[in-house]
């Protein structure tokens, strides 16, 4: 039972470590202007304004919008199977009567 315990608590130890690993750090004045990737996304830490709209107070925030740069996930993409013709090939219709020309 004394063996469960100590497994127990090395792995209560070392999950709360990877958690305290994958949050990020917090955004404030001393770092303004760092960048950081989350979710994918290279984010920046910037000054935002206060927004009546919005209702958000001002303050420093992490800038992760849809204009911020995606961080490149590279993945192998299997290859796929040559077919030769997936359509039938075009057909050129031709008029059986010729055209009177334009003057």
Known sequence: MRLFGLFAL???ILSGANDARAQAFLCTEAVAGQL???AG???E???FHASAMAGTPAGYRWDCGILRPRVRRFTVVPPVAYTPFLFYPSIAVTPSVPRPAVR
């Open 36 to 38: 950081s990737e989350q």
């Open 45 to 47: 830490c910037k000054f």
């Open 10 to 12: 090395v792995w209560i």
């Open 41 to 43: 996304v290279q984010c």
